[in-house]
């Protein structure tokens, strides 16, 4: 006895048995068919050459759109072409440049922050509370780019950037890197416009480099989000405490010692928890014999 065909046998011989008829081959070229019936008819399309060759086709024109993807794809975009210059790796470039906060919409937002605190600032001249309000927020941007730099929940490319050699804390810190130092330089760009002391003016730059690692050493507990808004509170939080004994009690010379003391000290931080640092993987400590 003659056993039954093998499902892929009987798939084989019977796929190309029905063929699209020309008023629904019409509709689907006009655009006019529902989107199910669209994905149906593409789905018999690449299976059937028959149908196929029923598709009219602009060779010239579908010749160059080819060369015009080839050419865009073989063509990076000019912060990765300015990034691999300056001798970074192509790979390591092309991962940091899809960093989700330093996207166009997130520069222009910090951009326009900075821009309103600083017009503000020199607008109302010597009053304090505008340039004290310009500290206080000037050193927390770059918690939100560090925020939304890596994870699961605000990189849409998370998947794919997971399954590369740079993944988890290496990535995490070059993006975080970037993010830091994109927004310290349009921050330090706006400063000569404040008024008030140079010094003064600049009086953010440690506590901004002292969050930002504060921020990281609490990744490896808490998602960054969550440690980012903490931070961000804690601070204004203090800032604001600190007001009656005085107003810039937080940016004066003691403190900017006190700044500067625990940078090392929270890099260390850092650098001792850096295998627990990984925001896809939360309860943050790994299985025994993980790779990170």
């Known amino acids: 006895m003659t056993p039954p065909p093998h499902n892929n046998e009987t798939t084989s011989r019977t796929e190309h048995t029905w063929h699209i008829p020309v ?10 068919l529902p989107v199910p019936h669209v994905m149906s008819i593409e789905a018999h399309l690449t299976a059937c050459p028959t149908c196929r060759a029923e598709v009219p086709v602009d060779r010239a024109w ?4 080819w060369d015009r993807l080839d050419a865009a794809l073989d063509q990076p975009p000019w912060p990765e072409r300015a990034l691999t210059r300056c001798g970074m790796r192509p790979h390591v470039a092309r991962l940091l440049t899809a960093t989700p906060a330093l996207s166009r919409a997130w520069l222009l937002a910090v951009i326009a922050v900075l821009a309103f605190g600083t017009a503000a600032a020199s607008l109302a001249g010597d009053t304090p509370g505008i340039l004290l309000a310009f500290l206080i927020g000037a050193p927390v941007l770059p918690l939100a780019g560090v ?21 988890g804390p290496r990535l995490l810190f070059l993006r975080a890197g970037a993010v830091l130092v994109t927004a310290a330089t349009l921050t330090g760009l706006a400063t000569p416009f404040l008024p008030g002391p140079p010094g003064l003016g600049a009086a953010w730059l440690l506590p901004a480099l002292a969050l930002t690692l504060a921020c990281l050493a609490a990744g490896t507990r808490v998602p960054l989000p969550v440690a980012a808004a903490g931070l961000t509170l804690t601070w204004i939080a203090g800032v604001l405490g600190t007001q009656r004994v005085d107003r ?9 010692a006190a700044w500067a003391g625990a940078v090392p000290l929270l890099a260390l931080v850092v650098y001792a928890r850096r295998r627990r640092l990984d925001p896809g993987s939360y309860p943050a400590d790994p299985p025994s014999g993980s790779l990170r």
């Open 23 to 32: 008023p629904l081959l019409t509709r689907y070229l006009t655009g006019t």
């Open 62 to 65: 579908l010749a160059g759109s």
């Open 147 to 167: 925020a939304l730099a890596y994870g699961p929940g605000v990189d849409r490319a998370y998947e794919l950037h997971a399954a590369t050699p740079l993944a």
């Open 248 to 256: 810039y009690l937080l940016f004066a010379p003691g403190a900017q």
